[in-house]
């Protein structure tokens, strides 16, 4: 990587090891390391994306144990520690199927004297379940080195509380009593006790007589009917309670969220935004390496912080910069995109629905709404493209037969479909004589060959 690259924001689609060494060699630093990595747990995620695009099979299994996801960890935790600066924060998102293990490696790897907060987020509702206590939250560790931004995050109070306490009103508005004089636990202190008003505190006043008379003054001082002076506190003017380690106020993105994608895990912005205020300022630098489909980069570009996120999936990068153009960030070329596939070797080293996902993106088509082929298609247009819908096939291979499109033409007659499209590296000359002849039956298909898209030859 140049080191022009790293002037503006950055997304790397790559295996975040060697995105990380890169960034070590570049000298970047992190101000918040933000990661929700896989997690360890017996789920298997599949999905179609929210606006059916793109399809991923997530899985977050891991055949071997705890302990060989615990060191695939480690590597990439240990890495994540040489670009964080001396100044910066550090989460962790998990679930209760690994936190433990992880705790213990990371005070390992960061040190247990930078451990600041383990957070719990309640992340759905309570559920029935037979066995055990239903598990209703995830986990974030929170690390921060000695310098670290902390900016206290708050919430406003309750209905409830306010109703308990704030009972006074005047015409600046409602406010609460709050001690202006000093308690006996408190000592006494002879520079603060003097006599005001014909009032003097056994143990004094909590501020010297000039300061008493400036808020006397502003009208900010109560006398209760015994003649006892209390400080008014109003209610606009208070920050509210500070949040504290566990959030329940933070609902999970919901089916119908206009924010929601379609990604299985996908965490709700809210959550990123006061993770990123609270731990950074305007213009630090967010790193999320494992990024999926850019929660976190969208939230930081809202909130004027730079960032680089990295995620080893096409189909996430591509994700990522669909929601980064609806902020506007492509048009003013706010961010490098690095790593996508770009040669016909690169693409036969996808993984199947990797290589699915970008033929079905370059082709702008909609994906098939099931992982597997939906009857032999693996994606369609509708009729906003053509006057009839047409289906697609990927094949991730050389020589496509002509076995391959009979199987198709049989997919595309009861589909009811009058065109497609095959996607291969190639075909043999059978194919090209298997689709004149279907064609002479009222069934058009086409055959595109990969690199003819790659180099952006086809026109659809």
Not at 81 to 93: I, N, Q, R, W
Request: aromatic content about 10%; glycine content about 6%.
């Amino acid at each position: 990587m140049k080191n022009n690259q790293f002037n503006k924001n950055l997304l790397i689609c790559g295996d975040n090891l060697k995105a990380l060494d890169d960034l070590k060699k570049q000298r970047i630093k992190a101000d918040l390391i933000y990661l929700d990595p896989p997690f360890f747990s017996n789920r298997h995620y599949e999905v179609v994306w929210g606006d059916e695009a793109e399809v991923r099979s997530f899985k977050d299994r891991w055949a071997g144990g705890i302990h060989v996801y615990i060191e695939w960890m480690k590597e990439r935790i240990k890495k994540m520690a040489e670009v964080l600066k001396d100044s910066g924060s550090f989460y962790l998102h998990c679930d209760p199927h690994a936190s433990h293990h992880l705790k213990i490696m990371l005070d390992n790897v960061l040190g247990h004297q930078n451990f600041r907060s383990e957070i719990h987020w309640q992340r759905t509702s309570s559920h029935s379940d037979s066995k055990k206590w239903p598990n209703i939250h995830d986990t974030i560790f929170y690390y921060a080195r000695e310098r670290a931004t902390w900016n206290p995050q708050y919430l406003a109070h309750s209905p409830e509380y306010v109703s308990k306490f704030y009972r006074y009103k005047d015409d600046r508005g409602v406010y609460r009593h709050d001690h202006i004089i000093r308690s006996a636990s408190m000592g006494p202190r002879p520079n603060l006790a003097y006599e005001y008003k014909g009032y003097t505190p056994k143990w004094g006043w909590r501020m010297l007589r000039d300061k008493v008379e400036v808020l006397d003054n502003d009208n900010r001082i109560a006398w209760s009917k015994t003649g006892r002076p209390y400080l008014k506190r109003y209610l606009p003017e208070q920050k509210g309670t500070m949040v504290s380690s566990l959030w329940t106020d933070i609902p999970p993105v919901s089916p119908h969220a206009t924010e929601r994608l379609g990604y299985p895990t996908q965490k709700p912005e809210a959550l990123l935004e006061r993770i990123i205020k609270a731990s950074t300022n305007k213009n630090d630098l967010i790193l999320d390496p494992f990024c999926g489909c850019g929660t976190a980069m969208a939230v930081a570009h809202k909130l004027n912080r730079k960032w680089i996120g990295i995620d080893i999936s096409p189909t996430a990068i591509s994700l990522i910069e669909k929601r980064l153009d609806k902020l506007g960030a492509i048009k003013r070329k706010d961010f490098d995109s690095i790593g996508m596939p770009t040669t016909i070797t690169e693409l036969k080293a996808l993984e199947p629905f990797e290589f699915q996902n970008w033929v079905i993106n370059e082709m702008r088509a909609k994906q098939s709404k099931k992982l597997v082929a939906d009857m032999g298609l693996n994606g369609y247009y509708d009729k906003t493209i053509f006057t009839e819908e047409a289906g697609i096939q990927v094949k991730q291979s050389e020589k496509v037969g002509r076995n391959v499109v009979d199987n198709f033409e049989t997919a595309l007659r009861r589909g009811k479909y009058k065109m497609g499209f095959i996607v291969a590296f190639s075909f043999t000359k059978g194919t090209h004589e298997e689709t004149a002849r279907v064609k002479g039956k009222g069934l058009d298909i086409k055959l595109i060959r990969v690199e003819d898209l790659l180099l952006g030859k086809i026109k659809i």
